[in-house]
C-alpha cells in the first residue's frame, strides 16, 4: 500500500489531490490547518491539524512515504510600490520556507521508496509577465529554481516536479471570480475559452506522483488554458 503525505489537502487542489488518489488503494497523511474538522472523512486518510506558518515539526510522519505534496500558497495581487518588504518575505516563508521546513522533515521517509516523488505548484505568473503579481511571480518562481536543483540533487531517488496553473476556480482565488464579469473576463483570455478547476490540476498531480512519470523530473508543467504560451 502507497503511502502519501498532502501539506494543505483540506481545500482546493490540495482536496481534489487527495480525492483523486483514494480511489486506489493507499493511505494519504493530511497536515493542514483545521484538518480535523475541514478534511475528507475516509478511513484511508489521516487528518492532521498543523500550519505550516507555524514552524512548528510535523507530529506524526509515516516511516516510508511514495509521495509528497506541498499545497500552500496565496495571490497577492498589488501594485509594486504599494508593496512592503514584509510582504514578499512573508509570502516567501509560506511559498518556498514551508516547503523547505517541511520537506526536510520527511526526506527520510522518501529515500526508503525507490522513485519516490515530491510535487510542488508554481503560478503561470513566473513564465508570463503579468500586472500587480511581482509577489507571488518572486516567491514561486524560488520555487520553480529549488525545485530544479532538488531534482539534480537527489536523482534518481526522488523525482521533483512542478505545476504551474493559471487562475483556477478554488477557495484560493474566490476574490478574483466573485462576478459574472471577473469570471468572463478571466474566460476570454485563455485561449481555451475556460476557467480551470481543481480536478483539472489534480489529475496531474496523481500522474506525477504514479510510476507512469517515472521518466519525468526537474520539470515545471503549465496547466494554463494556454495562456502561457498562445
Not at 512573508?90 to 522533515?105: A, E, H, K, P, S
Not at 523530473?217 to 488554458?225: A, E, L
Request: with cysteine.
Amino acid at each position: 500500500m502507497k503511502t502519501y503525505v498532502v501539506i494543505g489537502g483540506s481545500s482546493g487542489i490540495g482536496e481534489a489531490t487527495i480525492e483523486q488518489l483514494i480511489e486506489n488503494d493507499v493511505i494519504v497523511y493530511n497536515f493542514s490547518r483545521n484538518a480535523s474538522m475541514n478534511g475528507i472523512l475516509d478511513q484511508r486518510v489521516v487528518n492532521i491539524d498543523f500550519d505550516v506558518n507555524s514552524e512548528n515539526t510535523l507530529p506524526e510522519i509515516p516511516s516510508e512515504i511514495d509521495g509528497f505534496v506541498y499545497c500552500p500558497g496565496s495571490i497577492q495581487l498589488l501594485p509594486f510600490k504599494r508593496i512592503s518588504i514584509d510582504t514578499f518575505l512573508n509570502d516567501y516563508q509560506l511559498n518556498v520556507g514551508g516547503f523547505i521546513r517541511t520537506l526536510q522533515q520527511v526526506l527520510p521517509s522518501l529515500l526508503k521508496i525507490a522513485g519516490s516523488s515530491v510535487v510542488t505548484f508554481s503560478s503561470v505568473a513566473v513564465k508570463k509577465g503579468m500586472n500587480f503579481h511581482s509577489v507571488v511571480a518572486s516567491s514561486k518562481g524560488a520555487l520553480e529554481s529549488l525545485s530544479r536543483s532538488l531534482a539534480a540533487e537527489y536523482a534518481p531517488a526522488i523525482r521533483f516536479n512542478v505545476i504551474a496553473p493559471s487562475l483556477t476556480d478554488t477557495p484560493l482565488a474566490t476574490k478574483l471570480l466573485n462576478t459574472e464579469q471577473k469570471r468572463e473576463s478571466s474566460i476570454q483570455r485563455h485561449p481555451m475559452k475556460s476557467i480551470g478547476n481543481a480536478s483539472d490540476i489534480a489529475s496531474m498531480v496523481t500522474f506525477l506522483l504514479s510510476e507512469k512519470s517515472k521518466w519525468i523530473t526537474g520539470q515545471t508543467i503549465h496547466i494554463d488554458g494556454g495562456i502561457s504560451t498562445l
